[in-house]
């Protein structure tokens, strides 16, 4: 049986939903990360300092009170920075994270920025994979 005609949808303006170009407001492509600012990262220990606050109201009054580790520091967040097509950094530089104060997208400086990026981390050492058993490989017995 043939379902029911339904109204035609109305045409919608198809609205970004995504992030945005930090420079320009366009729809992102692509981000890269940079530290957080001051102010951010006071947020941050904010919040972290509220949870704990709570953690300890909570806490079982007949046991030992709970244990923090230390609050986070700039190391332990970055934040992600977005950017359209025509603002993109480089690949090389947006694969770095960037200082706190890194500028990018900024136009005059494109395609590079005026920061100094964190050098990349070490490549992880490439473990010798574990060999299979022959019948498992191609060709194999
Ligand atoms: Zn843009
Ligand atoms: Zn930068």
Request: charged content about 10%; overall charge negative.
């Given at each position: 049986m043939p379902s029911p005609?339904?109204?035609?949808?109305?045409?919608?303006e198809?609205?970004?939903?995504?992030?945005?170009?930090?420079a320009c407001g366009e729809p992102a492509l692509v981000h890269w990360l940079r530290r957080l600012t001051d102010d951010e990262l006071d947020e941050h220990i904010r919040i972290e300092q509220e949870r704990r606050e709570q953690a300890l109201l909570l806490?079982?009054?007949?046991?030992?009170?709970?244990?923090?580790p230390p609050l986070p520091t700039g190391e332990d967040?970055?934040?992600?920075?977005?950017?359209?097509?025509?603002?993109?950094?480089?690949?090389?530089?947006?694969?770095?994270?960037?200082?706190?104060?890194c500028t990018a997208p900024n136009e005059a400086d494109l395609p590079g920025c005026d920061c100094t990026p964190e050098p990349a981390p070490a490549a992880p050492v490439e473990e010798a994979a574990a060999p299979l058993p022959d019948h498992w490989v191609t060709g194999g017995a």
């Open positions: 005609e339904l109204p035609a949808p109305t045409p919608v198809p609205r970004p939903t995504g992030p945005l170009c930090t806490a079982d009054p007949q046991l030992p009170p709970p244990v923090f967040f970055t934040r992600t920075v977005y950017s359209c097509g025509p603002h993109a950094i480089s690949m090389d530089a947006a694969a770095l994270v960037h200082a706190s104060t």
